[in-house]
């Protein structure tokens, strides 16, 4: 289990690691940061100054190190948009995305694993089609245009709810639901086929025979042995979770990180797109590894692979 | 008397071809949907009563069904809305076959190649493919986005990145599967050169996992389309793709609810026939491959 983790978090470190390196590409490849914020009309002599400022001047291998070591400490510059320290602003759009993240996340798990076990449980009744229909739905239509709907609906129709920014309770219902819809998809189609499977076991059959009431075969027997497989589809969510909160943080102004994100691409803010997409990164990277582990500590047989 | 037998002949091949076609099960619904996008989009030119792109701003705002000659209406520049959603299918079909088709070319040959290889060639691909498949495809987009700058080929690059990986990781599974088997064995044996073997004696052994691997990602890879689109960071604002009338027509939804209404239902129903198409298609040609998504 030991050498599981440490080949798994090694891994994790490369893949960040990897992940800086095309970052800091990206931003040399794409042109020349001190043109781009000097302008084009401009004498060579402030241009070398500029050069020389933001350290351009140096070998690239050397630029690299001193970016990583800057990114280590914390530090991703200026952005050159608000002209105030990335890093500050990250940390002020990062707990947003967070929570609408983690509310949709919850609210999946709550509503999918259920309707999915149902699904199974009534298996061919009208019941089981709509939960499939709701599910494949939620796949099938984009996250961004759900969204478009319920403002029209619950913002303009009936008028029930905010439809942008980040306030109480309420501002939450909307932009968590349109993210839950796309992440629970996966988990009703997962715990219908694990509980099918499992419905069909011997100890199932067993537990049946033995005269164990309906309710405690399905929740106690059967769910527990069901619930296995749906731990590894949970860094799945979380990818589609990031995948949707941004163009869905786009329609509901919610003041999150993929909202910054695509500001700064728009604006080609540098210093906001290399924080916004390492922390991006380092979060989706460090939770499927806790994901990993997790499973294979249910699941022994991972650990040798 | 020689011509009941081939009556019967006849009648029994119709027979036989009805019962086939009714124990396929097909799923016609889906069928019907993605034959009547594929009409528009290869007949766009041919379907749309009006130029998608023309400005006509006496005609604007016209709500569906107001004036016959714009059937779902026209936005705020007076485009009209049918043939903008008729070419739509058309930018859809294009952007996402392009980037699907090289996505499977290049995947398959280096699925093909690692698992018949193996060795430092296989473990390098692989580890390319497992990076490319480990981390969110918009991140990646958006990433490759910043590199190119925005545009087509930026958004076609972007979903070939997790194209092609998918593509390597499932061929590959089969390659090893089939390749130390007495066929592949003999043929090596009598001197066939590896490319005809990859090709003539592994490669069809692929060609289930390759068609179930392609329904399931059409889908995925219209959706990324549109999502990337709707962002901004697609094509040139005002053409005529489904994500970018969604974006046009949400800052006046209250106003001009048809503008983002249709073009959403338009992908919805699309990928919603794909997906039960790629079940149907999973379902009867490899009950193991069931439980892939």
């Keep these: 289990m030991q050498r599981f983790i440490l080949i798994r978090a090694f891994q994790a470190v490369a893949t960040l690691w990897i992940l800086s390196v095309v970052v800091f590409a990206s931003v040399h490849l794409t042109g020349d940061p001190a043109l781009y914020l000097l302008g084009p009309e401009t004498t060579d002599e402030t241009y070398a100054q500029m050069k020389k400022n933001l350290g351009l001047d140096r070998p690239l291998i050397i630029q690299y190190l001193s970016f990583a070591n800057d990114v280590i400490h914390g530090d991703f510059g200026i952005s050159t948009y608000s002209g105030r320290s990335a890093r500050d602003i990250l940390f002020e759009r990062f707990p947003a995305t967070l929570q609408l993240a983690g509310a949709a996340f919850v609210l999946s798990l709550l509503l999918g694993i259920p309707l999915g076990i149902l699904s199974a449980v009534k298996r061919d009744t009208v019941f089981d089609n ?4 709701f599910a494949v739905i939620g796949i099938s239509a984009p996250p961004f245009w759900i969204a478009i709907m319920l403002v029209l609906l619950f913002g303009g129709i009936l008028g029930w709810l905010p439809t942008f920014g980040r306030g109480g309770i309420s501002h939450f219902i909307l932009p968590v639901s349109v993210l839950a819809w796309a992440g629970m998809a996966g988990y009703v189609r997962l715990a219908r086929s694990a509980m099918l499977e499992v419905l069909d076991s011997d100890y199932v059959k067993f537990a049946r025979v033995k005269g164990l009431r309906e309710n405690s075969v399905i929740w106690k027997h059967a769910l527990r042995n069901a619930l296995i497989p749906m731990l590894t589809f949970a860094g799945l969510t979380l990818a589609g979770l990031l995948n949707g909160s941004i163009a869905v943080e786009v329609v509901f102004a919610w003041p999150g990180l993929g909202r910054l994100m695509l500001q700064g691409i728009t604006s080609r803010d540098f210093p906001i797109i290399q924080a916004t997409v390492l922390a991006a990164g380092f979060f989706y990277i460090f939770t499927s590894l806790v994901v990993d582990i997790l499973y294979a500590y249910v699941n022994p047989r991972i650990r040798f692979e | 008397m020689a011509e009941t037998p081939t009556l019967a002949k006849n009648s029994t091949d119709l027979l036989t071809i009805t019962r086939w076609i009714r124990q396929m099960k097909l799923p016609w619904i889906p069928i019907v949907i993605m034959v009547v996008l594929v009409i528009c989009a290869v007949f766009a030119p041919l379907l749309a009563p009006h130029d998608p792109l023309e400005i006509d701003l006496l005609n604007s705002r016209i709500a569906p069904g107001e004036d016959w000659s714009y059937p779902l209406g026209t936005d705020i520049m007076g485009r009209d809305m049918l043939s903008r959603m008729i070419y739509g299918a058309q930018t859809a079909a294009k952007i996402s076959m392009l980037a699907l088709v090289v996505g499977m070319v290049v995947g398959t040959f280096l699925g093909l190649w690692a698992g018949y290889k193996g060795g430092w060639l296989d473990t390098t691909i692989m580890r390319f493919a497992d990076a490319a498949l ?39 599974g089969d390659v090893l599967a089939v390749k130390d088997q007495d066929f592949v064995t003999l043929a090596r044996i009598t001197g066939v050169s590896t490319p005809v073997i990859i090709w003539r004696h592994i490669f069809p052994n692929t060609v289930n996992t390759l068609m179930v691997v392609t329904s399931i990602l059409v889908g995925q890879v219209i959706l990324l389309e549109a999502a990337l689109s709707f962002l901004g960071l697609g094509l040139e604002p005002g053409a005529a793709a489904w994500g970018i009338m969604v974006a046009e027509g949400r800052t006046v939804i209250l106003q001009m609810w048809w503008l983002a ?33």
């Excluded at chain 2, 918009?138 to 998918?166: D, K, Y």
């Excluded at chain 2, 129903?269 to 193991?288: E, H, M, Q």
């Design chain 2, 261 to 293: 209404l249709f073009p959403g239902v338009a992908i919805t129903i699309l990928v919603l026939a794909l997906n039960f198409f790629g079940d149907w298609l999973r379902d009867s040609l490899d009950p193991k491959l069931r439980r892939l998504q």
């Design chain 2, 134 to 172: 480990g981390f969110p495809t918009i991140l990646a987009a958006l990433i490759v986005v910043v590199i190119l700058g925005s545009g087509i080929e930026a958004i076609v690059l972007a979903m070939f990145i997790t194209v092609w990986a998918r593509f390597a990781r499932m061929i590959r």
């Design chain 1, 130 to 133: 709509a939960a499939k229909l």
